[in-house]
């Protein structure tokens, strides 16, 4: 017991205390049982508490992972259904064009506006712009400056001997 108090911040097993007590009389053994039993208590009751708090804290994080999954599963296949809906409606439309002799409306219909709709609300996948494909490739805008140099890199020459 007094090597508990003397290091506080390291707590004893059970079986680290009996062997410490082990070295005493038994009349002070029961005297010492007596006055660790409430300590002990303690340090159990704390112990279960704290693995008590894990556990909700598992389960609540394991719940808010699964009504994550779920939002998203609801997220992607609303996105699904919605372009499935507007592609054969746009299919439909351009099918009911080209019957009405309106070609150029039919081809718009049913060929890259039906793949951009397609591709933002079944694939999630937004093309950029042509000003962000400028700015990747590391070209100015108008008003804006370079992230490129304008001049390539040289090496300087060596010094002639």
């Not at 439909?92 to 002799?101: C, L, N, Y």
Request: charged share 25%; net charge positive.
């Amino acid at each position: 017991m007094t090597a508990a108090r003397r290091d506080a911040s390291r707590e004893l097993s059970g079986l680290e205390i009996a062997l410490e007590w082990g070295k005493l009389p038994p009349e002070h053994l029961s005297a010492a049982l007596k006055a660790l039993e409430p300590e002990l208590k303690r340090a159990h009751e704390i112990r279960m508490k704290r693995l008590d708090m894990e556990e909700r804290e598992r389960s609540a994080l394991h719940e808010a992972n699964e009504r994550q999954a779920q939002r998203s599963y609801r997220l992607y296949m609303g996105g699904l259904v919605a372009g499935f809906a507007l592609c054969a409606g746009m299919l439909v439309g351009s099918v009911v064009e080209a019957i009405h002799g309106q070609v150029v409306l039919a081809a718009t219909m049913a060929g890259p506006t039906m793949l951009g709709i397609a591709s933002l609300f079944v694939l999630r996948q937004r093309s950029a712009s042509p000003g962000q494909r400028r700015q990747a490739r590391g070209v100015a805008l108008p008003g804006q400056q370079s992230n490129r140099s304008v001049l390539p890199d040289v090496q300087p020459a060596e010094p002639l001997p």
